[in-house]
């Protein structure tokens, strides 16, 4: 079983950036889809953006596109989200996750995910 722990996060202003990581141990981390999810207080956890194994495929929610990017590093065993143009609503406990079994699929649905980091908290003042 691969375990997650993110780092990062931290307060910025509004239109700043942050850069958060998630060290992967355990596991085949290559195989892996890896995904960061978001939860605000009082919301659910949301989709925020994912990579397949391969690297090949990437995918945003709506809300992040053109602000947030996703990567990964194979021989690092870490996947990193660089977060620019940072809003008041981005604020929220981020969490990184783990899909394994070399999908084709990237999925956006928590349930999907078997693995999942403690979380960073980002906090965006305006």
């Known amino acids: 079983q691969v375990q997650l722990v993110e780092s990062g996060g931290g307060l910025v202003q509004a239109g700043g950036s942050l850069r958060l990581s998630c060290a992967a141990s355990?596991?085949?981390?290559?195989?892996?889809?890896m995904a960061w999810f978001r939860q605000a207080p009082g919301k659910e956890r949301e989709f925020v953006a994912a990579?397949?194994?391969?690297?090949?495929?990437?995918d945003y929610a709506d809300s992040v596109k053109g602000r947030f990017t996703i990567s990964r590093d194979n021989a690092k065993n870490t996947v990193t989200l660089v977060m620019n143009s940072l809003k008041p609503e981005d604020t929220a406990v981020y969490h990184c996750?783990?899909?394994?079994?070399?999908?084709?699929?990237?999925?956006?649905?928590?349930?999907?995910?078997?693995?999942w980091g403690q979380g960073t908290q980002v906090t965006v003042s305006s």
């Open positions: 990579i397949k194994w391969s690297g090949n495929s990437l």
């Open positions: 355990g596991g085949t981390f290559s195989g892996y889809n």
């Open positions: 996750a783990a899909d394994p079994g070399y999908k084709y699929y990237i999925a956006h649905v928590a349930s999907v995910y078997d693995a």
